[in-house]
T-cell receptor, first 114, second 112 residues
Framework: ETGVTQTPRHLVMGMTNKKSLKCEQHLGHNAMYWYKQSAKKPLELMFVYNFKEQTENNSVPSRFSPECPNSSHLFLHLHTLQPEDSALYLC?????????????FGEGSRLTVL | DAKTTQPPSMDCAEGRAANLPCNHSTISGNEYVYWYRQIHSQGPQYIIHGLKNNETNEMASLIITEDRKSSTLILPHATLRDTAVYYCIVRVAAFGNEKLTFGTGTRLTIIP
């Protein structure tokens, strides 16, 4: 496996369900990110983890709960979501301290909330 | 981070050079210009970045005006696989988290 891998690629859930999105990076990076992309809207930064510590929460509702157990893995736990939370959720990683400033994105998890 | 302005859409004939403009008139001296693209329903892909000199890599060239208030991304020989939304972003490369702010970008369609 190379790059940034996200699972599942597609997820349909009801508003009372609890599910999780998983992201794994194989690049040796030390920062990981969750972005949300709703239909016809720009990407929105949700969370940033730097060396496993959360350094940014961009006013995200508590029904989204991130977890970063180590530098290679990032989860987004979902519970009691709303239909407007349906979107493409993108994970990314980067190497802090590298002035190249490149974010490497996964393919995304497309979430539909019924 | 400085705001950018891009045309919402552009067409380009296959095999021709695609020139995508970006205005960033409020750019600061320490802000870099980054370009990413997003092919339909995939994650964004880094293309290139620069500070004030023109840059070239295997994917594209980046031309930044002398006053740095605008730039142009050039795809020298566009193919159908270059059809995507292209994002121009300016930010300080602060050796920290890369909290890129994406706008609405330019939807580039390559015409056969």
């Amino acid at each position: 496996e190379t790059g940034v891998t996200q699972t599942p690629r597609h997820l349909v859930m009801g508003m009372t369900n609890k599910k999780s999105l998983k992201c794994e990076q194989h690049l040796g990076h030390n920062a990981m990110y969750w972005y949300k992309q709703s239909a016809k809207k720009p990407l929105e930064l949700m969370f940033v983890y730097n060396f496993k510590e959360q350094t940014e929460n961009n006013s995200v509702p508590s029904r989204f709960s991130p977890e970063c157990p180590n530098s290679s893995h990032l989860f987004l736990h979902l519970h009691t979501l709303q239909p407007e939370d349906s979107a493409l959720y993108l994970c990314a990683s980067s190497q802090v301290g590298n002035s190249g400033g490149e974010l490497f994105f996964g393919e995304g998890s497309r979430l539909t909330v019924l | 981070d400085a705001k950018t302005t891009q045309p919402p859409s552009m067409d380009c004939a296959e095999g021709r050079a695609a020139n995508l403009p970006c205005n960033h008139s409020t750019i600061s001296g320490n802000e870099y210009v980054y370009w990413y693209r997003q092919i339909h329903s995939q994650g964004p892909q880094y293309i290139i970045h620069g500070l004030k000199n023109n840059e070239t890599n295997e994917m594209a060239s980046l031309i930044i005006t002398e006053d740095r208030k605008s730039s142009t991304l050039i795809l020298p020989h566009a193919t159908l696989r270059d059809t995507a939304v292209y994002y121009c972003i300016v930010r300080v490369a602060a050796f920290g988290n890369e909290k890129l702010t994406f706008g609405t970008g330019t939807r580039l369609t390559i015409i056969p």
